[in-house]
């Protein structure tokens, strides 16, 4: 199994700022995404990436949350700005394994192959 931990989750005010980080060792990935499930809700693609090309964001959050990875550190990145209370959720970092185009690294979360356990991330008004 490879290992997807992930850390920097916590409750911050509205507007407030969040980075998660998702450590992964053994190899570089090309695919990987932050993915989000809200209480009583079903699971949803927040940011993906393809290798380094442009990530690729769900609507409701562009131009607030910058999604980046350090190959050299093994760890991605989910930098959340202008936190809003649909915000709160449980994020999970995921790999794609056997992804050899940015046509397969999507937001649909049935496609991924890999899981970390999750960070709580609690945005309150």
Avoid at 1 to 30: H, K, W
Avoid at 68 to 75: I, L, Q, R, W
Wanted: charged share 15%; aromatic share 12%; glycine share 10%.
């Amino acid at each position: 199994q490879v290992p997807l931990v992930e850390s920097g989750g916590g409750s911050v005010q509205a507007g407030g700022s969040l980075t998660l980080s998702c450590a992964f060792s053994g190899y570089e990935y090309n695919c990987m995404g932050w993915f989000r499930r809200a209480p009583g809700k079903e699971r949803e693609g927040v940011a993906t990436i393809y290798a380094d090309s442009s990530p690729t964001y769900a609507d409701s959050v562009k131009g607030r949350f910058t999604l980046s990875k350090d190959n050299a550190n093994h760890t991605l990145y989910l930098q959340m700005n202008s936190l809003k209370p649909e915000d709160t959720a449980m994020y999970f970092c995921a790999v794609l394994l056997w992804c050899h185009g940015d046509y397969c690294c999507s937001l649909r979360d049935a496609l991924y192959d890999v899981w970390g356990l999750g960070t709580q991330v609690t945005v309150s008004s």
